[in-house]
Nanobody
Framework: QVQLVESGGGLVQAGGSLRLSCAASGSIFRINAMAWYRQAPGKQRELVARITSSGSTNVADSVKGRFTISLDNAKNTVYLQMNSLKPEDTAVYYC??????????????WGKGTQVTVSS
């Protein structure tokens, strides 16, 4: 079983910055990719950014140029640096990862989420 623990959410004024972290632990053989999703009230969960173990990234247009995703493979930890935050970035941010566990079975795990609130 793979567990994800997120941290770094909070309340910030528009234009401010936050850095989210998510650490994966458990029976991990290999991580293929880690990602951040977000879900605002009344909206569907959406991909914010995803990074593969080789460093390839996919970033949503709505945050491109403001958010940066990075991965520390040695620590199985993904970061999301969020700059120039806007009120519309307010949401619960969820960490996600996929890969192979120690039994060489595929896994896809979610964190519990961390709240990010941007005040205007």
């Amino acid at each position: 079983q793979v567990q994800l623990v997120e941290s770094g959410g909070g309340l910030v004024q528009a234009g401010g910055s936050l850095r989210l972290s998510c650490a994966a632990s458990g029976s991990i053989f290999r991580i293929n990719a880690m990602a951040w999703y977000r879900q605002a009230p009344g909206k569907q969960r959406e991909l914010v950014a995803r990074i593969t173990s080789s460093g390839s990234t996919n970033v949503a247009d709505s945050v491109k140029g403001r958010f940066t995703i990075s991965l520390d493979n040695a620590k199985n930890t993904v970061y999301l640096q969020m700059n120039s935050l806007k009120p519309e970035d307010t949401a619960v941010y969820y960490c996600n990862t996929d890969g192979l566990n120690s039994d060489l079975r595929a896994f896809n795990s979610w964190g519990k989420g961390t709240q990010v609130t941007v005040s205007s």
